[in-house]
Nanobody, 123 residues
Framework: QVQLVESGGGLVQPGGSLRLSCAASGFALDYYTIGWFRQAPGKQREGVSC????????LYADSVKGRFTISRDNTKNTVYLQMNSLKPEDTAVYYCATTPGNPTLILYTYDYWGQGTQVTVSS
């Protein structure tokens, strides 16, 4: 069964950290660029970061640059999103997704999505 499963979300205080994982089963992640996206209540889903399978190049949304780091471990078939200095505005459901194309934060280029993990930043 082909699956993408996100984990690692939770409740954290402002300034805290979380590491999200995106684990694939049924297929190899190293054939794809992997993106992280998020959707806050009442808002559109937006791109957060992505990492290329070809050269490991990365992209970040301006809102998370310097705070979030994306990485991949192809031996574990998993992509990670390390989130530091979290802010209340980072509160959202976070999704990972695959695209066979070049790194991009454009949603419609991604064709397979996980179910998401909730991140809540609050004191």
């Amino acid at each position: 069964q082909v699956q993408l499963v996100e984990s690692g979300g939770g409740l954290v205080q402002p300034g805290g950290s979380l590491r999200l994982s995106c684990a694939a089963s049924g297929f190899a992640l190293d054939y794809y660029t992997i993106g992280w996206f998020r959707q806050a209540p009442g808002k559109q889903r937006e791109g957060v970061s992505c990492i290329s399978n070809r050269d490991g190049s990365t992209l970040y949304a301006d809102s998370v640059k310097g705070r979030f780091t994306i990485s991949r471990d192809n031996t574990k078939n998993t992509v990670y999103l390390q989130m530091n200095s979290l802010k209340p505005e980072d509160t959202a459901v976070y999704y990972c997704a695959t695209t066979p194309g070049n790194p991009t934060l454009i949603l419609y280029t991604y064709d397979y999505w996980g179910q998401g993990t909730q991140v809540t930043v609050s004191s």
